[in-house]
């Protein structure tokens, strides 16, 4: 098969559109033919050698967790799904035209969800859904949802407000119109002193973003409350010690998917698709994401 396969750790250019082994199909997995993949902050992590303390790379190897396509063949002890089902999930080594992915993982993509758009979902609402899930929300509290027009937090967005709490997104000032259309209760610029500090006391604050946004926002909750973040905890979370601190990392979840893919399809929810590239042009797309603001990009084979 053809991939774009990755021999060093560097920048986009270490992406190289390639020949590659066909996988093996395993006790339990499926063979995907891929319709198309995402680009998410993990893949630019690992890529760069930013994350390869914790999720190294097997050199030659293949970046992706995001799939979507068509089953080709069923491993041993699968069942529920058959050769030709159109399905997503949230897999590894999709940066390629085939790729297998445990059955325990797959959501069959619904009527009415192209099946190439269906990959920009996968690992974003799963960890935002489980962002949101962690946090302990109970209906009538107040959440803060920091990076809220990114994929994560929209989907805890979306979750959040689902479990009946009040739902505070907190963006940049030049994203502040761009949340406009997401629902939320209150929006707020965490890149604005005035608008963090004049914020009402926080039962849960649901966290996407790196460095110092977290450590502020963490002043804001309440004693007792919790401050969930996928991107580990603020560096001063030690001068909080009331304040539970709830890492997330996400981990699959079919049912997850099937309920955001049948919002999309209803038109209650949607993941900004920015880009659509062949996989062979995987360096441009990686190049494009870091630059951020320009939605999901994905990759074709």
Same mark, same amino acid.
């Given at each position: ?9 560097? &920048? ?16 339990? $997995? ?64 999709? @940066? ?32 935002? @859904? ?8 109970? %209906? ?45 209760? $209150? ?32 002043? $804001?909750?309440?004693? &007792? &409350? ?14 909080? %010690? ?29 993941? %900004?698709?920015?880009?659509?590239? %062949? ?15 320009? &939605? ?6």
């Amino acid at each position: 098969m053809k991939a774009s396969v990755i021999h060093q750790y560097g &920048g986009p250019e270490v992406l190289k559109y390639e020949d590659y082994p066909d996988p093996t199909v395993g006790a339990g $997995q499926v063979l995907v033919r891929v319709a198309a993949t995402s680009i998410n902050p993990i893949d630019i992590g690992r890529r760069s050698g930013m994350m390869k303390e914790v999720f190294p790379i097997k050199f030659p190897g293949i970046l992706g967790r995001d799939v979507a396509g068509t089953i080709l063949k069923l491993g041993a002890g699968v069942e529920g799904f058959s050769i030709g089902d159109k399905v997503f999930a949230v897999a590894d080594q999709a @940066y390629a035209e085939l790729c297998a992915v445990p059955a325990t993982n797959l959501a069959k993509v619904p009527n009415g969800l192209d099946v190439v758009e269906s990959a920009a979902l996968p690992l974003v609402i799963t960890t935002g @859904y489980q962002l949101a899930t962690q946090s302990d929300i109970k %209906p009538g509290q107040t959440v803060l949802v920091s990076g809220a027009v990114g994929g994560v937090g929209r989907a805890a967005v979306y979750t959040a407000k689902g479990l009946g709490a009040k739902v505070i997104g907190g963006v940049l000032k030049r994203q502040l119109q761009q949340a406009a259309g997401l629902g939320l209760d $209150q929006v707020i610029a965490t890149d604005d002193d005035n608008a963090i500090a004049n914020l009402p006391p926080l039962d849960a604050v649901a966290n996407t973003i790196r460095g110092k946004t977290g450590e502020v926002l963490i002043s $804001q909750v309440k004693k &007792g &409350g919790v401050f969930a973040s996928v991107v580990g905890p603020p560096a001063n979370a030690k001068d909080f %010690p009331s304040v539970r601190i709830v890492p997330v990392r996400a981990t699959p979840d079919p049912k997850a998917l099937m309920e955001f893919a049948r919002a999309v399809v209803d038109k209650k929810f949607v993941i %900004p698709i920015g880009l659509k590239l %062949p996989l062979s042009d995987a360096s441009k797309g990686h190049a494009a994401a870091e630059k951020g603001g320009i &939605g999901k990009v994905l990759l074709m084979p």
